[in-house]
């Protein structure tokens, strides 16, 4: 399972996500896009009145079929965007485990210098505590200057850095 933590039809962290996956050997992938998990912004009356909407089932069906699970995290305003974190909440809520103890690939991308650094520490330090698993993690600047499609990351420092994290959860899964 990967995605992009962003709704943005564009998105730099959607194409970093899918460019992981594809690297994980005969995988299956589920791409996913926030776009279609759009629900009400999250409140605990709105869940006491309606329950958990559909689509926060739907997206626990796909943790839960996930043999490993890459997010790459866009950071809006040093933190989550609120399309990720308006799910992340609802799914929280049907139960205490979100990730149920799956690998995870964290990553996170920006056009500048600081490559999302402060949403993915966030992200990590959270998803440790949280995952009795493999959280491993890499961010990666600059990226158009440092990403093709054709090439992956162009940079050679931060291509093995990225390799190493990649084997790192491709052993845990
Ligand atoms: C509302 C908003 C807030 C942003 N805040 C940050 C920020 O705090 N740090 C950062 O590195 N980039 C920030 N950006 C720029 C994003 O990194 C950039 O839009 C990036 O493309 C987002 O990833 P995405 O293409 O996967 O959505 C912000 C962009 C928007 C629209």
New binding site residues.
């Given amino acids: 399972m990967a995605f992009?933590a962003?709704s943005?039809r564009?998105?730099?962290?959607?194409k970093f996500a899918s460019y992981a996956a594809r690297l994980v050997p005969d995988a299956d992938i589920d791409l996913l896009d926030l776009n279609d998990f759009e629900m009400p912004i999250f409140s605990i009356d709105r869940e006491r009145e309606s329950g958990y909407p559909d689509l926060a089932q739907k997206f626990k069906e796909y943790i839960k079929k996930a043999d490993g699970i890459i997010i790459s995290f866009?950071?809006?305003?040093?933190s989550y965007?609120a399309a990720y974190k308006n799910i992340y909440d609802w799914v929280s809520r049907i139960e205490r485990s979100v990730w149920l103890d799956k690998p995870m690939l964290l990553l996170a991308t920006?056009?500048?210098g600081?490559g999302?650094k402060?949403v993915l520490g966030m992200a990590t330090n959270s998803y440790t505590r949280a995952n009795k698993n493999t959280v491993t993690s890499f961010s990666l600047p600059f990226f158009k200057q440092n990403f093709s499609l054709e090439q992956g990351i162009i940079d050679s420092e931060l291509s093995e850095l990225f390799n190493q994290q990649l084997k790192i959860f491709l052993d845990a899964l």
């Fill in positions: 992009g962003s943005s564009e998105s730099i962290n959607k866009a950071e809006h305003n040093g965007t920006s056009p500048g600081r999302a402060t």
